[in-house]
């Protein structure tokens, strides 16, 4: 029995360190620092820069993530959606999860320093810097918390950009350009489905300021029909090609018909339907430039060996 507790306190403590580095915004943030990299590197991929690449940006989203569960302690005490995270649970002390946290911060920041480059690991520190902050005491003062939150939100690709080319370009800033607009399509139909945990919480999202919901709506709508443009700016820039215009166009469309039907008539199906396919996006995104890079290779040998078979039979 005393090891058979021993083990379910191990598994009950691991499980509450996965929660404290939220894991679903972790992996947003790495799908977007790959679209980066893979977008701007040139030459013979490089594996392993890739991967520390991926991991420091890991380590600083998930530190960064813990950090704000312990300064938000007490509000997610408050909140039905979030009283049950780790921290306002007892599942671990403030000053654990804080520790936690920030030597999560600290192993970023050092492994992209000594594996990829001061460019990549000062932005990586930048956007964790804002998050915790700026953006974290913002939420309790304005409704433009949202638009402040989605600058370290945006950094990830520039990130994965630096990494594989040393510099910042154009195609980075247009990659930041486009997280920046998706996170207010994304995030503000969030904001209106747990309105009331959030003004319990004392947070002043839009739909807590505002409590029609027209605002957070139209503007909803407004930054999905924005993300089309702002997208199709990255057409030609770092080998996208085919497969990243359909599936930027698709997407897009899809994002703008849901926030148009949320606009019409506002319902929680609607503004969910609007929050899985804004969550598909990224993934598109990052298809389509996979497949715009790696396609033609993989088709030219892929013709080149069955035309050696041919001529073998």
């Known amino acids: 029995m005393g090891e058979m507790g021993k083990n379910d306190r191990a598994a ?10 939220r894991l679903r915004i972790v992996g947003m943030e ?27 940006t890991a380590f600083l989203s998930a530190g960064a993530c813990a950090v704000n ?15 049950k995270r780790p921290i306002p649970a007892g599942t671990i002390s403030a000053i654990a999860g804080l520790s936690y946290g920030m030597s999560l911060l600290t192993a970023g ?79 503000f139909p969030i904001a209106w489905l747990y309105k009331d945990d959030y003004e319990k919480g004392g947070f002043k999202m839009l739909p807590v300021v505002e409590a029609t919901g027209v605002k957070t709506f139209r503007l909803t709508l407004l930054t999905a029909v924005a993300l089309l443009p702002v997208s ?21 469309l899809l994002l703008i018909a849901a926030s148009f039907q949320l ?6 199906a609607a503004a969910r339907k609007v929050l899985l396919v804004s969550l598909i996006y990224l993934p598109i995104l990052l298809g389509a430039v996979v497949i715009d890079r790696y396609g033609g290779e993989c088709g030219s040998q892929v013709h080149a060996w069955l035309g050696t078979v041919w001529r073998w039979t």
């Open 12 to 21: 009950k403590l691991f499980f509450a360190l996965l929660n404290l580095a």
């Open 30 to 56: 790495l799908v977007a620092c790959a679209t980066g990299f893979i977008l701007a590197y040139r030459g013979e991929f490089l594996l392993p820069l890739f991967s520390c690449t991926l991991l420091g």
């Open 69 to 83: 569960c312990y300064l938000e302690r007490e509000q997610d005490a408050l909140m039905p959606r979030t009283c």
């Open 109 to 187: 920041f050092l492994l992209l320093v000594g594996q990829v480059n001061m460019l990549a690991a000062g932005l990586g520190l930048a956007a964790a810097v804002i998050y915790l902050a700026v953006y974290t005491p913002a939420k309790r003062v304005t409704w433009l918390n949202t638009s402040i939150g989605a600058i370290p939100g945006a950094i990830p690709p520039l990130i994965g950009w630096a990494a594989a080319r040393g510099q910042i370009d154009l195609g980075g800033w247009i990659l930041f350009a486009m997280l920046f607009v998706w996170q207010h399509t994304h995030f």
């Open 232 to 252: 199709m700016m990255l057409c030609g820039q770092a080998k996208t090609g085919t497969a990243y215009g359909v599936g930027t166009i698709l997407s897009c």
């Open 263 to 268: 606009a019409q008539k506002p319902s929680r």
